[in-house]
């Protein structure tokens, strides 16, 4: 889907392949500096405890996850709503090619880091964003403890409406209908064209990906126009969890971070002793409904 009035970063036409960050997480090389070659491990040499992010931030197991979805839907702002605790308002500045977060979580006593790639949803950065995923296998590192699940979070928008400055996008539930339908959407901004991020998923994605659909922008309730329950629905006929979010509020954000790690850490680990963690019912469970947490 195409995006009205998106105003570009000077001088970006296309994916800077030498600017982004390589596909480990390491960034790359400023002039004059060396750059770890794909066998180095991002902490250096392997070592007996905890690996260390270099600030002294110590995790057990880390993993990849993935923000995918349209132009505008707000992924950026997720992250930074849940790494800083902060709402980007103002002019959207859309990402331009591919960029992580890390962010190390306490799930259940054992220390999780997440790094978080936030892509780009504009159509021309898609090659891009296929080659991350193909790299979130961790074939690079062939360590035990390195990149050994993928998760990957699509979201979509609750409202027809950007609130922050008034332009239109398509809502989640109506693209993703027209992919379940196989219907395909006259070429304007507006009109629900098929929601292309699944398939997307299936073609390039680990084949057991951890998955969680997102409806963003529910702070809203003027320019809402996808009830809860017909996402719910939807992401029923997918089989996938779903939650509301609002990268404005903060609804529940940390919740759908922390539901994907715990459902990483399950599969990664698989401790006999440990009560299977169920994430469909734990997001059931522990999600909140939009009106609880007016801004
Ligand atoms: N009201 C409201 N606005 C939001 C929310 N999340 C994002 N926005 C606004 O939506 C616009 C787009 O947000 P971004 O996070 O930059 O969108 P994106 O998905 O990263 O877009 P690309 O980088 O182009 O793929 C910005 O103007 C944000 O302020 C939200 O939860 N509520
Ligand atoms: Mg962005």
């Not at 794909?38 to 905890?50: I, K, T, V």
């Not at 992580?100 to 790094?115: E, H, S, T």
Request: hydrophobic content about 35%; some cysteine.
């Amino acid at each position: 889907m195409s995006r009205k009035k998106t105003p570009k970063r000077k001088g970006a036409s296309g994916p800077a392949a030498s600017a982004l960050p390589a596909a480990d997480g390491s960034r790359p090389a400023r002039p004059g500096t060396a750059r770890p070659g794909p066998q180095a491990r991002p902490n250096g040499p392997p070592q007996p405890g905890r690996p260390s992010l270099g600030g002294g931030d110590f995790y057990d197991v880390a993993f990849k996850v993935m923000l995918v979805g349209d132009s505008g839907v707000g992924k950026t702002c997720l992250l930074v709503r849940f790494k800083d605790g902060a709402f980007l308002a103002g002019t959207f500045i859309s990402t331009v090619g591919i960029d992580f977060r890390n962010k190390v979580l306490d799930v259940d006593g054992m220390k999780v880091k997440l790094q978080i790639w936030d892509t780009a949803g504009q159509e021309r950065f898609r090659s891009v964003t296929h080659a991350y995923y193909r790299d979130a296998h961790g074939q690079w590192f062939p360590s035990w403890w390195w990149w050994q699940k993928q998760a990957v979070m699509a979201l979509g928008s609750q409202g027809a409406k950007d609130p922050t400055d008034g332009r239109e996008t398509a809502p989640l539930v109506a693209q993703v209908e027209c992919e379940l339908k196989g219907v395909r959407g006259p070429s304007s901004s507006v009109s629900p064209t098929p929601w292309a991020w699944l398939t997307e998923i299936q073609d390039y994605a680990q084949h057991d990906v951890v998955l969680m659909l997102l409806g963003n922008k529910v702070d809203s309730a003027q320019e809402r126009v996808v009830k809860r329950e017909d996402g719910e629905k939807l992401a029923k006929e997918y089989g996938l969890p779903f939650m509301e979010t609002s990268a404005k509020t903060g609804l529940n954000v940390d919740l759908a971070f922390t539901a994907v790690a715990k459902e990483l850490k399950q599969r990664s680990m698989k401790v006999p002793s440990e009560p299977r963690f169920r994430l469909h019912d734990y997001v059931k469970r522990e999600g909140r409904g939009a009106s609880c947490c007016r801004p």
